[in-house]
């Protein structure tokens, strides 16, 4: 165990800093075998600090300190002292200049954090604290300073140097050296300082701003990707446009740089104009790129741009309040993808994963609220819970603000704190200054953890001619928090008549009258009385997905049937296909318990019978929702539902629902893929990528019934595709749908697939991917042999998630064998990932600590290999926090 290790960080402990840092001044020397960083800083006491005597205490992290001067004289040893952490002086001038010098090794920084050399180039990724790594320096994101760095290297080597800002100088040195100067004229977090180096081609582009200015954008990336750049760089203009029409945000800086790295622990990283990218959230074509992948880039590429004002403009004060950046700009991301794709469909995915990945968080041992109350280290707070929930509670004050105001309040915000570091609570006091509403309540979405669960009981009253909606909320408790007080739950809703029309709503004689209303959820039990209501109508429910909690209401099929065809919300259109899947579930379990045939209730299969024949007769449907409305929830969400998971059952009953739906739906399916094939030049547009995506989910029914014509037609698809998403998706076809008939086929595919996109890194991450995340069980060799295959490396994030995280986490029956292989898998190879990178064998530890959701033998397993590896020498503080976590009675 470290000494850091085990230290929790508290909210309630913050204090100001003791010093400022107006200037800093880098001077950055790499070399092969050792880096040499030269920091000039210019630092004064806070007058808001603890004051005069404070000491000065700076991060930094296994530094090798070789020089310290304050005011330009050396200082002797006595006057500081240094330990693995920190530098301490004890006595310090109110203003003054401290030069230190270090050396530190980024060729040896498996950790992907700080300073690390990823292949061929150099570069640093500092959020949230890799920058003490790199010097000495408060390392807290409160202090801002003016950056000008000066970074040094072989000049045939890194013949490109980058960092935040504009270049300055830049000039030869002897030995074959050169050096560039760049200075940022923003003050900033030292969390935001980036630096590049390396053999680069950059695309170039400009963009010009609403106020007339031009933007020089460039995307820099090794030459072997020139090739898919031309995607990324339209979806940033796209970005920049949009930003500045919906939020009126304009780019500040002259230039705007994006680096594609292939070596990066998580997806991007928004340094003050100077962004680095994992290799696979940026690069793209259609020879290499599905459109899934297309989408995710173009919200991620969108999403790093918007923190120049989220999160870069205006920042956070501490660390607790990470959400204040990720959650608002996730929210910003996602109203972004819904203006540029279908929005109700970008909803219905985004809900799809918060409600498998969030709460199952919201369910386990590391639940934390999205304001969290304390950490041990904050690498394991980047979660679903701080970026995508913390993204539902803006968006439920977008919408109780509605348009006009939800702006009005953002640009409050942003005018009132630019330059500064502030707080989720500035956030909400601008929301509620505008609107004048009352949030106090509200404001248990940042300090309570766990997902509500509302439940809807309705009762029609004919003779006064009222429905009445009541509502009871119940949130459960989670670690350290016992005991839950009532959220405020906007729930819209809508009432349907016979025809599936919107009755008009009316709550009292005094409420005005709309087809729709937010009902204002907050007590334990409340009851909503509409008046004027002629007929017993259908309730729509939590329409858009209003509020992240979990809805129960006793719908009978049947009207689960009238919602799915009748609704005129996507949302409630697609949820009531999964609760009717579910409710048929709940029969093939059932009748699978007992060791019995399951018939498919043929309910569900006449209503995707009719959405298929929809998207046959209708030419203009949103062939993207008809995808997602005939697929069955996933193994993850039926398993979220559940106490004790049932890891076999649920695997075998949706296959076999999944494999009646097809006997059944045999006619339509087909004509659904033959209607969608199209063999016209690829382009990401989203109608030909509806029809991709309905197209390949028909095939993927169809591989069910293995007949040797699905078997030929998904080969035919597989060699005559111009696109990866066809390529992949038939390859994925014969992978997830394993039988003694193709696997001879299925493994050639396999092989020539490899063959042909061997040399093309981002494919070969998909193909690791697919076959480890494929639904099958006992198919751990298969996993294990792709780590000994040429194209895994522990070393290279991507590939860990790939392989280790694409297994774990997708092949639920594979991951959970009953004889514990899949748990000691895992163990192995986060005992090795803990010494090399820490924050990866973190996150894919994930999947262990979430055991109490399983029979005890499995429980007993699971536990076994988190003390297994409790019990390893040299614990990384991110590993010891989620195993101490989840291992607390
Ligand atoms: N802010 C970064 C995440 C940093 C994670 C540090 N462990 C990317 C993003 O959310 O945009
Ligand atoms: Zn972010």
């Not at 630096?195 to 030459?223: K, M, N, P, W």
């Not at 329409?543 to 719908?555: M, N």
Request: one cysteine or more.
């Amino acid at each position: 165990m470290k000494e850091s290790q085990g230290k929790t960080v508290y909210l309630r402990d913050y204090r100001e800093p003791d010093y400022l840092i107006d200037e800093t001044e880098l001077d950055v020397r790499l070399f092969e075998d050792h880096t040499l960083v030269r920091a000039r800083l210019r630092l004064r006491r806070n007058p808001e600090g603890q004051g005069a005597g404070a000491p000065l205490v700076l991060d930094g992290r296994h530094l090798e300190l070789l020089e310290l001067k304050l005011d330009g004289a050396l200082l002797p040893p006595e006057r500081y002292e240094v330990s693995a952490e920190q530098l301490l002086i004890a006595q310090v001038p109110e203003i003054f200049t401290l030069e230190s010098l270090v050396r530190i090794h980024p060729e040896n920084n498996t950790t992907l954090d700080g300073l690390y050399k990823s292949r061929v180039m150099f570069c640093t990724q500092c959020e949230a604290e890799g920058f003490r790594k790199i010097t000495y320096y408060l390392d807290r994101p409160d202090v801002l300073s003016s950056f000008t760095t000066r970074v040094e290297a072989d000049k045939a080597r890194y013949p490109v140097l980058l960092s935040n800002g504009n270049p300055i100088a830049r000039g030869e040195l002897p030995d074959g050296r050169h050096f560039v100067t760049w200075q940022d004229p923003f003050r900033k977090p030292c969390y935001l300082f980036a630096l590049v180096a390396g053999d680069l081609q950059a695309v170039r582009d400009s963009f010009i701003t609403q106020s007339g200015r031009v933007i020089e954008l460039y995307l820099y990336v090794e030459t072997k990707d020139l090739d898919k750049c031309e995607f990324a760089m339209g979806s940033l203009k796209r970005a920049m446009r949009w930003d500045e029409e919906v939020y009126g945000r304009e780019y500040d800086l002259d230039i705007f740089m994006i680096v594609a790295v292939d070596d990066f622990n998580m997806g991007a990283m928004e340094n003050k104009g100077l962004n680095i990218f994992n290799s696979s959230c940026v690069l793209a074509n259609p020879a290499t790129t599905t459109d899934f992948s297309f989408q995710r880039i173009e919200s991620i590429v969108a999403h790093e741009y918007f923190h120049n004002w989220s999160g870069n403009r205006v920042t956070c004060r501490d660390w607790f309040q990470l959400s204040l950046k990720e959650g608002f700009t996730v929210f910003r991301d996602a109203e972004f993808s819904a203006d540029m794709g279908s929005r109700a469909v970008n909803r219905i995915e985004d809900v799809g994963f918060l409600r498998t990945v969030q709460f199952a968080e919201d369910a386990g041992p590391m639940a934390h609220s999205v304001r969290p109350e304390s950490y041990m280290e904050i690498s394991n707070f980047y979660t679903v819970t701080i970026y995508e929930k913390g993204s539902e509670v803006v968006r439920m004050m977008a919408n109780l603000l509605g348009p006009q105001k939800f702006r009005a309040a953002t640009d409050l915000y942003f005018a009132r704190f630019d330059g500064q570091a502030v707080t989720t609570e500035d956030f909400v006091r601008c929301m509620e200054e505008i609107s004048g509403m009352d949030l106090t309540q509200f404001r248990r979405w940042y300090t309570q953890a766990g997902t509500p669960r509302l439940t809807v009981k309705r009762e029609y009253d004919a003779k006064n001619r009222e429905y009445l909606l009541t509502v009871s909320q119940e949130t459960p408790a989670t670690p350290r928090q016992p005991h839950k007080e009532p959220f405020f739950i906007p729930l819209t809703v809508a009432l349907l008549d016979a025809k599936g029309k919107e009755l008009p709503l009316q709550l009292g004689g005094n409420d005005t009258v709309s087809s729709s209303k937010v009902l204002q959820v907050t007590e334990a039990t409340q009851t909503f009385r509409f008046t004027n209501i002629p007929e017993q109508p259908v309730p729509s429910l939590l329409r858009g997905f209003s509020a992240p909690v979990k809805l129960s209401c006793d719908f009978s099929r049947e009207e689960l049937m009238f919602l799915m065809s009748h609704d005129g919300d996507g949302f409630v259109r697609w949820e009531a296909g999964q609760q009717l899947a579910l409710q048929v579930f709940d029969d093939g379990l059932a009748a699978w318990r007992e060791g019995k045939e399951y018939a498919i209730d043929q309910r569900l299969v006449q209503a995707y019978r009719d959405v298929l024949r929809a998207s046959l007769e209708q030419p203009d449907i949103d062939k993207a929702m008809i995808a997602n409305l005939i697929l069955l929830p996933s193994e993850a969400y039926i398993a979220e539902q559940m106490t004790v998971v049932e890891v076999e059952g649920i695997h075998r009953v949706r296959e076999s629902l999944r494999r009646q739906l097809a006997q059944a739906l045999l006619g339509e399916l087909s004509a659904v893929y033959q209607a969608n094939l199209n063999d016209a030049p690829y382009e990401y547009a989203a109608e030909p990528v509806a029809k991709r995506a309905l197209k390949n989910t028909a095939l993927n029914y169809l591989m069910t019934l293995q007949s040797p014509e699905w078997f030929a037609a998904a080969r035919r698809q597989f060699e005559q595709a111009n696109n990866m998403t066809d390529e992949s998706a038939a390859l994925r076809a014969f992978i997830n749908n394993p039988c003694a008939a193709n696997a001879a086929l299925r493994d050639e595919l396999v092989e020539r697939f490899y063959q042909k996109w061997k040399h093309e890194t981002l494919v070969v991450e998909q193909w690791l991917s697919m076959q480890s995340a494929a639904p099958v069980a006992d198919n751990l060799p298969r996993i294990q042999a792709l780590i000994r295959h040429e194209a895994f490396d522990l070393r290279n994030p991507n590939k860990v998630r790939s392989v280790i995280g694409a297994f774990c986490n997708s092949n639920a029956v594979g991951f959970h064998a009953a004889d514990g292989s899949g748990y000691a898998f895992l163990g192995d190879y986060v005992i090795e990932l803990n010494q090399l990178n820490p924050q990866i064998a973190s996150r894919q530890l994930t999947p262990l600590t979430r055991w109490r959701r399983y029979d005890a033998a499995r429980q007993a397993l699971m536990k076994a290999q988190l003390q297994r590896i409790m019990a390893q020498p040299e614990l990384s503080a991110d590993v010891y926090e989620v195993l101490s976590k989840s291992l607390q009675e």
